[in-house]
């Protein structure tokens, strides 16, 4: 029984667990807008909820909760991994980072420029950045799969080049799917954001005063018409990376409380994991507690009231086909092109252990776009819901297929290849 019991425990403990949730979601919403129940899950969807505060308030329909506000939270996490890489991970140093950053803005450009030549005219010309976006989650849950197969260099590869495209899709819903612009609540909610960069500086490290302040950024951003998530991954800027306690500090008391009572272990032991979590800074304080939140509750929430697309009268138009293309054909090609063509032309080099299928195999992970880019079709094609049906199609095809061809080449790329001793999951720290 140990044995038949063990491979699934495995898989349950591994980084896949969460894209696994994110699927089972998504494919219960598919079931059941195809169902007898497909009345009762659409008007789960469109239920009003409001939120008075004083003389005024929100009302929205739950749909519209779920990708404003609790998608905020992703956001917000998406706004700390990028500030966390760039301050101290992989883009830190712009010339190790190169291939990485190259590779993502391939990964943008080109899957873009086939949506739009999709759809060079029409009202389905607005979801040009449906196609742009990588779901970190579902991307390292598959890859994670192979286990130590897949060399170190690989994952860091995709999970560097998944935050810039992360970073690439929050500069396009900022600048592209923002309409009737409300200046003076923008400038609201900028004002805070610069109350939250002032608590930065200080190194205030309490994070309910940055939520708290995030909360009025969110509002004023909201009610400015640009999308609130946007508050929230400039909040994450603002959050201080700096610990709070240095290492050698943290040493001596350690020393000290052991000195003071030697035979009390269960104590000391408490005080360690109380001094640990208070010399984390703030900003991996608030990721660590996100994380587990985002992969799932927050992305399984967003799937179940996005995947849902019914069958009924729906056709695979000029936005699916452009959607699907973009992610399955743009994707890949515009990661290994351009990642090529930096290599050849000495700018940039590939990270040890990784091979040119290997990069290939990834390309087409990246294209598993799902979670992402049904929040940007979402913003895209507000109002139009053949459009938006279309979209969601074509995303959910291309990215099925998108994994399964990602899986299959890195499974025979990495099949050539030695095993990767002592690389365990733990050795990055990926998980959405």
Same mark, same amino acid.
């Given at each position: 029984?140990?044995?038949?019991?063990?491979?699934?425990?495995?898989?349950?403990?591994?980084?896949?667990?969460?894209?696994?949730?994110?699927?089972?979601?998504?494919? +219960?919403?598919?079931?059941?807008?195809?169902?007898?129940?497909?009345?009762?899950?659409?008007?789960?969807?469109?239920?009003?909820?409001?939120?008075?505060?004083?003389?005024?308030?929100?009302?929205?329909?739950?749909?519209?909760?779920?990708?404003?506000?609790?998608?905020?939270?992703?956001?917000?996490?998406?706004?700390?991994?990028?500030?966390?890489?760039?301050?101290?991970?992989?883009?830190?140093?712009?010339?190790?980072?190169?291939?990485?950053?190259?590779?993502?803005?391939?990964?943008?450009?080109?899957?873009?420029?086939?949506?739009?030549?999709?759809?060079?005219?029409?009202?389905?010309?607005?979801?040009?950045?449906?196609?742009?976006?990588?779901?970190?989650?579902?991307?390292?849950?598959?890859?994670?799969?192979?286990?130590?197969?897949?060399?170190?260099?690989?994952?860091?590869?995709?999970?560097?080049?998944? #935050?810039?495209?992360?970073?690439?899709?929050?500069?396009?819903?900022?600048?592209?799917?923002?309409?009737?612009?409300?200046?003076?609540?923008?400038?609201?909610?900028?004002?805070?954001?610069?109350?939250?960069?002032?608590?930065?500086?200080?190194?205030?490290?309490?994070?309910?005063?940055?939520?708290?302040?995030?909360?009025?950024?969110?509002?004023?951003?909201?009610?400015?018409?640009?999308?609130?998530?946007?508050?929230?991954?400039?909040?994450?800027?603002?959050?201080?990376?700096?610990?709070?306690?240095?290492?050698?500090?943290?040493?001596?008391?350690?020393?000290?409380?052991?000195?003071?009572?030697?035979?009390?272990?269960? +104590?000391?032991?408490?005080?360690?994991?109380?001094?640990?979590?208070?010399?984390?800074?703030?900003?991996?304080?608030?990721?660590?507690?996100?994380?587990?939140?985002?992969?799932?509750?927050?992305?399984?929430?967003?799937?179940?009231?996005?995947?849902?697309?019914?069958?009924?009268?729906?056709?695979?138009?000029?936005? +699916?086909?452009?959607?699907?293309?973009?992610?399955?054909?743009?994707?890949?090609?515009?990661?290994?092109?351009?990642?090529?063509?930096?290599?050849?032309?000495?700018?940039?080099?590939?990270?040890?252990?990784?091979?040119?299928?290997?990069?290939?195999?990834?390309?087409?992970?990246?294209? #598993?776009?799902?979670?992402?880019?049904?929040?940007?079709?979402?913003?895209?094609?507000?109002?139009?819901?053949?459009?938006?049906?279309?979209?969601? #199609?074509?995303?959910?095809?291309?990215?099925?297929?998108?994994?399964? #061809?990602?899986?299959?080449?890195?499974?025979?790329?990495?099949?050539?290849?030695?095993?990767?001793?002592?690389?365990?999951?733990?050795?990055?720290?990926?998980?959405?």
């Amino acid at each position: 029984m140990r044995a038949i019991v063990r491979p699934f425990i495995e898989f349950w403990n591994s980084e896949a667990r969460g894209g696994f949730i994110l699927f089972a979601a998504a494919l +219960a919403a598919f079931a059941l807008a195809n169902s007898a129940a497909s009345s009762w899950y659409f008007g789960l969807k469109e239920l009003p909820i409001s939120l008075n505060f004083g003389e005024g308030g929100l009302e929205k329909p739950l749909s519209s909760w779920v990708k404003d506000l609790l998608m905020a939270f992703f956001f917000l996490l998406v706004g700390l991994e990028i500030k966390r890489e760039i301050v101290q991970g992989e883009l830190s140093d712009p010339r190790r980072s190169l291939l990485t950053i190259l590779a993502a803005i391939g990964g943008m450009l080109v899957p873009a420029a086939i949506y739009v030549f999709v759809n060079a005219e029409g009202d389905g010309l607005r979801g040009w950045g449906v196609p742009m976006a990588t779901d970190i989650a579902f991307a390292i849950g598959v890859l994670s799969l192979l286990g130590k197969r897949v060399p170190l260099g690989l994952k860091v590869f995709l999970t560097a080049f998944a #935050i810039v495209d992360d970073l690439g899709a929050v500069l396009v819903i900022a600048f592209f799917y923002t309409k009737g612009l409300d200046f003076a609540a923008l400038l609201v909610s900028l004002g805070f954001f610069g109350v939250a960069l002032l608590m930065g500086r200080a190194r205030v490290s309490n994070l309910f005063a940055y939520l708290l302040v995030g909360a009025f950024m969110w509002y004023f951003m909201l009610e400015s018409g640009v999308s609130p998530t946007v508050a929230a991954v400039l909040l994450a800027m603002a959050v201080p990376l700096r610990r709070a306690v240095g290492l050698p500090d943290l040493q001596s008391t350690l020393d000290e409380a052991a000195r003071k009572d030697p035979e009390n272990l269960e +104590a000391e032991m408490d005080y360690l994991e109380d001094t640990l979590r208070n010399a984390q800074s703030p900003l991996h304080r608030l990721e660590r507690t996100l994380h587990p939140w985002s992969a799932y509750f927050i992305m399984p929430v967003f799937a179940f009231f996005n995947a849902g697309v019914s069958l009924t009268g729906a056709g695979f138009g000029e936005v +699916a086909l452009g959607a699907s293309l973009g992610l399955l054909l743009g994707k890949p090609l515009g990661v290994f092109g351009v990642s090529w063509l930096a290599v050849r032309l000495g700018i940039a080099a590939l990270p040890e252990g990784v091979t040119w299928s290997m990069i290939l195999g990834a390309g087409f992970l990246g294209a #598993i776009g799902f979670t992402m880019s049904l929040f940007v079709a979402t913003l895209a094609f507000e109002g139009s819901a053949s459009l938006l049906n279309q979209a969601k #199609i074509g995303v959910l095809s291309a990215s099925v297929v998108a994994a399964l #061809i990602g899986m299959g080449a890195l499974t025979w790329a990495t099949g050539k290849q030695p095993s990767v001793a002592g690389d365990s999951s733990d050795q990055l720290h990926t998980e959405h």
